[in-house]
Every structure is written in C-alpha cells, then in structure tokens.
C-alpha cells in the first residue's frame, strides 16, 4: 500500500476476503472472536529502523448482516516479519492490561494521589504496583482450602485478610473459616447473578424472534 490516506477510507476500501476471524484472547465468556483486517504501510526510510515495518490493525465487531459495525483501528509498529496472529495476540492483550490497572486502582489506590512532583509520584505508584503485585502473588499461592468455592479474582479477599489480622487480635484458625465462609458466599452469588444475566439475555432474545 502507497501513499497517504485516511484510517476510515481504507478501511471501507477493504474487500471482504481481506476479514480474517481471529481470537483475541479468552474474556470471562470465552474466546473473544472479532473479525480483523492487517494492511502493511509505506516505510520512511529517515524515521524506521532497518529490519522494523508499520501495519494498520482493524478490529470490527461480528453482527448480524443488517447492522454496520464500526472499525477499531491500531497503528502497529512491529520487527519485519511478524505474523497477523501475532499483531492480534498483542492487540488483544490490552483487555488484561487494563483490568490489571483497574484492579490496582481498586484494591490500592494506584490513582489515589496528589502530587506535584516526580519523584513524589514515582513512590506512590512503586508502593502501589507493590502491594498490588503481593496481592496477586499471595491470591496465587493461596492455600487450596482458601481457594474452594472462591471467585477468580481472591485478591479483595486477601486484602480484607491482612486488614483483619493487623488491627485484630491474630486467630489464624477463626480467621480462615470466616474467610472460607466469605468466598464460598461469593461464589454463590456470583453465579446466581450470571445465571438470571443470561436468562434475562435469552428472554430478549425471544422478543425480539
């Protein structure tokens, strides 16, 4: 492809063989499939190193033929050489990525801040990204009893665990059958929640057949 244009033109210009259905990860539902489109761009030779190339990634969303969906487009920027299905397994990395900075955010604070200097800034952010990396670590190495019944994230849970056992009295035994009782009630409504969601889904799905 040569020359200059617009996102949106080329990708409007793109014939339908050029649609490739591809995963773009495993989400809490199963495989994430969206249909993608990789065109390869010019290279300028004063601005990208040897050995390096550009593509133009979209990503559109797979409906029912009576719906126009709109494109997702990404700049990618890669070694010479690198696979549609790579550029797509990267792409879809970005959901991980980003729960991954929400869950610090909730579970730490990592945006609970109110600086004005870098340095100040660098430490909230390390302290958090710290505690934040404990909490997956010690979720992921919990012991199984902890984990029977428990949901897929438990780092809340080993957060509420530490808060107990520092401003408490310390009763290990106690603090692990409370914590077990915790979980498993949270599993339990958990699933309940997911199963009238998809009920609910079904019964629109049937008004509107």
């Not at 409007?12 to 969206?34: I, V």
């Not at 029912?64 to 494109?71: A, I, Q, R, V």
């Not at 690198?82 to 792409?91: K, P």
């Not at 505690?131 to 780092?155: D, I, M, N």
């Amino acid at each position: 492809m040569a020359g200059s244009s617009r996102a949106d033109h080329l990708v409007a210009r793109a014939p339908e063989q050029a649609w490739k259905r591809r995963s773009a990860g495993d989400g809490a539902k199963g495989r994430r499939l969206y249909d993608w489109a990789v065109a390869e761009l010019p290279v300028d030779d004063d601005t990208t190193p040897a050995g390096w190339q550009r593509w133009l990634l979209v990503r559109r969303q797979i409906t029912s033929e009576d719906t126009e969906p709109e494109p997702a487009c990404s700049l990618c920027f890669a070694p010479a050489g690198t696979t549609d299905d790579e550029l797509v397994s990267v792409a879809g990395a970005r959901w991980a990525i980003e729960e991954c900075f929400q869950t610090a955010k909730n579970e730490v604070g990592l945006d609970h801040y109110q600086v004005r200097r870098y340095d100040a800034w660098y430490r909230h952010i390390t302290l958090a990204m710290l505690a934040a990396a404990f909490l997956a670590v010690t979720a992921a190495t919990a012991p199984k009893a902890l984990e029977a019944g428990s949901s897929r994230s438990p780092a809340p849970e080993i957060r509420r665990l530490l808060a107990h056992l520092i401003h408490t009295p310390p009763s290990l035994s106690l603090t692990r059958i409370w914590s077990g009782w915790r979980r498993r009630h949270q599993y339990r409504s958990q699933q309940a929640h997911y199963q009238r969601r998809h009920l609910q889904h079904n019964e629109v799905l049937l008004e509107y057949q």
